[in-house]
T-cell receptor
Framework: GQNIDQPTEMTATEGAIVQINCTYQTSGFNGLFWYQQHAGEAPTFLSYNVLDGLEEKGRFSSFLSRSKGYSYLLLKELQMKDSASYLCAVSPPGNYQLIWGAGTKLIIKP | DARVTQTPRHKVTEMGQEVTMRCQPILGHNTVFWYRQTMMQGLELLAYFRNRAPLDDSGMPKDRFSAEMPDATLATLKIQPSEPRDSAVYFC?????????FGPGTRLLVL
């Protein structure tokens, strides 16, 4: 079957670093996406990993291990505006759909 | 700045009424998706199109929902008749590769 697991909720402090994990079991794999969704808004694209390793984009980095079926999103120098849900999604081969995780709600405290 | 647009942004209707939601995908994108999001269910794929052809609508209740792409600049999602359990945010997304770009959503409330 297809399954993507992420923690439901995480809390972190402004200025700190937080790592949001995502594990997946899917029949085939092309790549993994991370999206950010602020409350009341649409999901917005953050990153896409195809190969193993770390991709850095400013304060946000995303890591992928295909052999372990594991990814994480690393957020550094947290700001209050980073309070949002973070959605992990897998792209299966031969298919234009994405398989979505339920999302991790990140709460940033001052 | 190319964006997916959706109308209406909010809709309040009574049970039994028809609801039509519209989406204009980003110009040049050939894949269009309709999603529904609720607090309980997260993001659910209802239907998607590739080059205007429906590829999968298995997530959609067929008796009341229908999705079409009359042309490359317009996708529609209809609910007839609507029910209170249809209350949710409906997102349209478009893409040309793997990445999907979402519209702002239609927030539907069926009383």
């Amino acid at each position: 079957g297809q399954n993507i697991d992420q923690p439901t909720e995480m809390t972190a402090t402004e200025g700190a670093i937080v790592q949001i994990n995502c594990t997946y079991q899917t029949s085939g794999f092309n790549g993994l996406f991370w999206y950010q969704q602020h409350a009341g808004e649409a999901p917005t694209f953050l990153s896409y990993n195809v190969l193993d390793g770390l991709e850095e984009k400013g304060r946000f980095s995303s890591f992928l291990s295909r052999s372990k079926g594991y990814s994480y999103l690393l957020l550094k120098e947290l700001q209050m505006k980073d309070s949002a849900s973070y959605l992990c999604a897998v792209s299966p081969p031969g298919n234009y759909q994405l398989i979505w995780g339920a999302g991790t709600k990140l709460i940033i405290k001052p | 700045d190319a964006r997916v647009t959706q109308t209406p942004r909010h809709k309040v209707t009574e049970m039994g009424q028809e609801v039509t939601m519209r989406c204009q995908p980003i110009l040049g994108h050939n894949t269009v998706f309709w999603y529904r999001q609720t607090m309980m269910q997260g993001l659910e794929l209802l239907a998607y199109f590739r080059n205007r052809a429906p590829l999968d609508d298995s997530g959609m209740p067929k008796d009341r929902f229908s999705a079409e792409m009359p042309d490359a600049t317009l996708a529609t999602l209809k609910i007839q008749p609507s029910e209170p359990r249809d209350s949710a945010v409906y997102f349209c997304a478009s893409g040309s590769g793997g990445t999907q770009y979402f519209g702002p959503g239609t927030r539907l409330l069926v009383l």
